[in-house]
């Protein structure tokens, strides 16, 4: 039974990252259809992008090209997803069990040195992700937008959340 513990981290590993393409493209769905994207809104999208790349790029042992918050164009923006996702997707299936638990040395943005496993470097890109895209959507609405429902159970159900309550609830 060890073997399996591994193989199902993984498993679920792998259906985060496909929902976080996934909600990565809804939000920038979002941004695209308003006439004039709300500036915040569009700075903690690439935000989310730049967090992505460098958390990537730390698991990868290598330098970052795009900052945590990068001043990006939405064409720009959808490029580093694209980027981010086909990279994540590949890093992932690239890894053994043992590799998730291996622990890598970073330096965060405010200068302070840590280390941290695969596994929760994996989990921090995935959950800082739906912390943020929650802001966009706040921001899209507030600026007369439609913000594109981003729950996972949406995303493993194919269909969009329900965005508003039913009458007398």
Same mark, same amino acid.
């Given at each position: 039974m060890p073997t399996e513990a591994p193989l199902a981290v993984d498993r679920q590993l792998g259906k985060l990252l496909g929902h976080l393409a996934w909600a990565d493209q809804r939000v920038l769905d979002s941004l695209r259809a308003m006439p004039h994207p709300d500036a915040r809104a569009l700075e903690l999208y690439a935000h989310v992008l730049g967090a992505e790349h460098t958390w990537l790029s730390r698991m990868l +042992? !290598?330098?970052? !090209? /795009? =900052? /945590?918050?990068? #001043?990006?164009?939405i064409d720009e923006a959808a490029a580093l997803g694209? +980027?981010?996702? $086909?990279?994540? !997707?590949?890093?992932?299936? &690239?890894? =053994?069990?043992?590799?998730?638990? #291996?622990?890598?040395?970073y330096t965060n943005s405010a200068g302070l040195a840590f280390e941290s496993t695969v596994e929760d470097m994996l989990l921090q890109v995935v959950l800082h992700g739906c912390y943020h895209r929650g802001q966009v959507a706040l921001l899209v609405r507030g600026a007369g $937008?439609?913000? &594109?429902? =981003?729950?996972?159970?949406?995303? /493993? !159900? $194919?269909v969009p959340a329900a965005v508003t309550a039913p009458p007398g609830r």
């Amino acid at each position: 039974m060890p073997t399996e513990a591994p193989l199902a981290v993984d498993r679920q590993l792998g259906k985060l990252l496909g929902h976080l393409a996934w909600a990565d493209q809804r939000v920038l769905d979002s941004l695209r259809a308003m006439p004039h994207p709300d500036a915040r809104a569009l700075e903690l999208y690439a935000h989310v992008l730049g967090a992505e790349h460098t958390w990537l790029s730390r698991m990868l +042992e !290598r330098a970052p !090209r /795009v =900052t /945590v918050w990068p #001043r990006l164009t939405i064409d720009e923006a959808a490029a580093l997803g694209v +980027e981010n996702a $086909g990279a994540l !997707r590949m890093l992932l299936e &690239s890894l =053994t069990a043992e590799q998730l638990q #291996r622990k890598v040395a970073y330096t965060n943005s405010a200068g302070l040195a840590f280390e941290s496993t695969v596994e929760d470097m994996l989990l921090q890109v995935v959950l800082h992700g739906c912390y943020h895209r929650g802001q966009v959507a706040l921001l899209v609405r507030g600026a007369g $937008g439609e913000p &594109s429902p =981003t729950d996972y159970i949406a995303f /493993v !159900r $194919g269909v969009p959340a329900a965005v508003t309550a039913p009458p007398g609830r």
